[in-house]
């Protein structure tokens, strides 16, 4: 297992044998601000890198996750349905969006130095 | 250009505000995240500093000329009170939507902070002498059920929508959330210790982001959004602040408009989601065609509201809008949102 990446789009992923775990920073969530509902990808769902994911509504505004790399969803994190602040609270980790198989491995993202110094 | 800041500025920077850039100026948007400070209006107490709105002092001498100008009864309203009125053009549409606060001896008029130059403008053009003490002075809102109790040590209490005044403070039992409380326009040498009393009593400060999602849910109009230069107070839904009988700018448009009833509408409207139709959002309902002017979350009603500038009125409460490619189902909304 490697270690969480970040895209200058404000994801983050975690790649673990063929299949990623996507979120988005805490940069990001703390940009958006409160976050009140999010729209999640069907289960099967195929995307190219940069394909929108994840629509994410926050009272501030409305956001996009991008698909880090090409991939078919395997598993969305139900729990943002109902308590989509969860992002908010742990966007790293139980704030994750959704997990993926991955069809072309692109693992360009940057270290978590390299995405601070990006935002900073 | 930089952006302007208020009195308040070391305050806000001090407390890890966010800030926005609103109009020429640069706000607090939040200090601990908008929900949070929503919750804190609509359940204890919390202050906004709106000292980018305008306050313009005003002498009696020139009432008659400036009702002249507004929509609503400013002569007969007693002393005391305060009002909320628009100013209309010679088209009967919005310049600016205001509070009046009614004092013995003057009268304070506070602009919105977008439209308070264009304010200025207007009253030189109509000759209407006024003293602007926007710079002299801070404004900041206390807000939520808890504040009367709270600020009544320090505060004589005026009734609701009334004024009262001490050595250092004008204000006013007035507000844009919904909820009780008081506005305060404080001297700048007063400003700091005005806020040292909030903080002591535990009001906490709130940001512009709960300011409009309280504001909204309040079913309270926002200039620039709801209200502009293209929209009179009849399209509007503001018929009830029409009640000045004397002719005023543009009035001859809003008695024809409230006559034939053949104008442009604005609606409220809820999503049964989360998801949030934003400005500029397509509904259409029936056959009729709208444009969403705000939209954002309630937090109290859990679901999705915002306004809706309708072309003509709607035959039926169902809209369909057009959120970025999916169409989602509103309804319109006859009553507030908040009962």
Not at chain 2, 278 to 304: A, C, H
């Amino acid at each position: 297992m490697s270690d969480i990446k970040y895209l200058e789009t404000h994801e983050w992923y975690l790649i673990n044998e063929e299949v990623i775990t996507v979120g988005i920073s805490d940069f990001a969530q703390n940009e958006l601000g409160d976050i009140v509902y999010v729209t999640l990808p069907e289960v099967g769902q195929s995307f190219e890198k940069g394909g929108a994911v994840v629509e994410v509504e926050a009272t501030k505004t409305v956001a996009e996750a991008y698909a880090p790399m090409d991939c078919t969803i395997t598993e969305v994190n139900s729990q943002l349905e109902t308590e989509p602040e969860t992002i908010n609270n742990d966007p790293c980790g139980d704030g994750w969006m959704f997990k993926a198989k991955v069809n072309a491995v692109d693992d360009s993202g940057m270290t978590y130095q390299e995405y601070e110094t990006f935002v900073s | 250009m930089d952006k302007k800041t208020t009195q308040l500025h070391s305050f806000h920077e001090s407390n890890n505000a966010k800030f926005i850039d609103f109009g020429d100026w640069s706000m607090p948007f939040s200090y601990e995240g908008t929900l949070k400070e929503h919750d804190i209006v609509r359940n204890s107490s919390g202050f906004f500093d709106v000292s980018h709105m305008g306050r313009l002092e005003i002498d009696y001498s020139e009432l008659d000329k400036i009702s002249s100008l507004i929509c609503s009864d400013l002569i007969n309203i007693p002393m005391n009170k305060a009002l909320y009125s628009i100013f209309t053009n010679e088209h009967g549409n919005a310049l600016d939507d205001v509070i009046f606060w009614k004092f013995e001896d003057k009268i304070i008029l506070i602009p919105n902070a977008s439209n308070a130059s264009k304010i200025k403008s207007h009253l030189a053009d109509h000759k209407v002498d006024f003293i602007d003490k926007s710079l002299d002075t801070v404004l900041i809102a206390i807000q939520g059920p808890n504040t009367i109790e709270l600020i009544n040590d320090r505060f004589e209490i005026p009734d609701k929508f009334s004024t009262a005044k001490s050595d250092n403070f004008m204000y006013a039992r007035t507000g844009y959330t919904g909820e009780d409380g008081i506005e305060i326009m404080a001297s700048n040498d007063e400003a700091d210790s005005l806020i040292s009393f909030l903080i002591k009593k535990g009001i906490k400060p709130c940001g512009l982001g709960s300011r409009d999602t309280l504001r909204l849910e309040a079913s309270l109009p926002l200039y620039g959004f709801e209200l502009t230069e293209d929209i009179t107070p009849v399209e509007a839904s503001l018929s009830w602040t029409i009640t000045n009988e004397q002719d005023f700018l543009g009035s001859d448009r809003l008695k024809a408009q409230i006559q034939d009833g053949n104008h442009k509408i604005l609606k409220k409207f809820t999503i049964k989601s989360r998801k949030i139709a934003r400005t500029k959002t397509i509904g259409i309902s029936g056959d009729i065609k709208g444009v969403v002017t705000s939209g954002n979350f309630s937090p109290i009603l859990n679901k999705s509201i915002g306004f809706i500038l309708f072309e003509n009125k709607p035959s039926q409460d169902l809209i369909e809008f057009d959120i970025r490619g999916n169409l989602i189902e509103g309804n319109i909304v006859n009553k507030r949102f908040l009962s």
